[in-house]
């Protein structure tokens, strides 16, 4: 991205993916998203991620000018998860928008945002579930999309949220294969944390296989090991997809 509303050298992909957004919330994580010929102005995503929690989580992007060019760009995203906490269970519902802007360099694409994020959560123990007050807060949000190499991608993605007082980070490795004609998917391990305020922890650590599309759906899919404090690993499974509407 070299200014907003002029034409892009696309990355080669060979020249299938660019940064669409933060599809990632624990969640959403949310990545690239195939050039178009016609022009893309709206993307709309959604995700899933299950083990011994869930979150779901979906959402859309829209950009001033195209999503596939340097410029601003907004996001706007809810979500609802589940996890265990103690003997009882905490359900939250969250809801963020977002304003950025995304830059496109030869090496890849880089993005940041800034916005609002608020909250509603609910502790259930004991068969009695009370509800916690509402949250508002800051949410800032940044992602790397990186071609290290020629068949090499590298992804990194980071969000805060004061809200919950919450943290969120993944990272990713990955090489182009080709299993079959047409399907090319970048396949590679990846890693993710998550911290909040209620002194909760998680790790994940799997392989991810990113950029693949059946129709006109973009996916991302992973699975592997998710680690908790006081419980043994328990394997977990996402499913991300996204498309230009």
């Known amino acids: 991205m070299t200014g907003p509303g002029r034409p892009q050298r696309r990355l080669r992909g060979q020249a299938r993916w660019i940064l669409a957004a933060g ?10 998203v195939q050039a178009q010929d016609d022009p893309v102005s709206l993307l709309l995503f ?47 519902a969250t809801g963020a928008a977002v304003v950025g802007y995304q830059w496109f360099h030869d090496w890849g694409v880089l993005a940041a945002y800034a916005g609002v994020e608020g909250s509603l959560e609910a502790l ?17 949000h940044g992602e790397v999309w990186a071609r290290p190499g020629n068949a090499a991608l590298f992804t990194a993605t980071a969000i805060l949220d004061s809200s919950r007082t919450a943290a969120w980070g993944r990272v990713s490795w990955g090489w182009q294969i080709e299993p079959w004609p047409g399907w090319n998917p970048y396949l590679g391990p990846e890693l993710a ?23 006109r759906f973009s996916l991302r899919t992973s699975a592997g090991l998710q680690f ?7 394997p977990y499974v996402s499913l991300t997809v996204w498309t230009p509407w």
Do not use: C
Request: no cysteine; glycine share 16%; hydrophobic share 40%.
């Open 23 to 32: 599809l990632t919330q624990p969640f959403l994580t949310f990545g690239a």
């Open 228 to 234: 908790e404090p006081q419980a043994s690993a328990s």
């Open 193 to 215: 944390l998550y911290a909040d305020h209620t002194g909760y922890r998680k790790w994940n650590l799997g392989v991810h296989a990113t950029d693949f599309a059946i129709g």
């Open 124 to 140: 259930t123990m004991g068969g009695v579930t009370r509800m916690e007050p509402g949250r508002v807060g800051a949410r800032l």
């Open 46 to 92: 959604g995700s899933l991620e299950t083990g011994p929690s869930t979150f779901v989580s979906a959402g859309a992007k829209l950009a001033l000018d195209r999503i596939d060019r340097e410029g601003f760009v907004a996001l706007a995203s809810f979500g609802a998860g589940t996890r265990r906490e103690g003997l009882g269970r905490r359900e939250t």
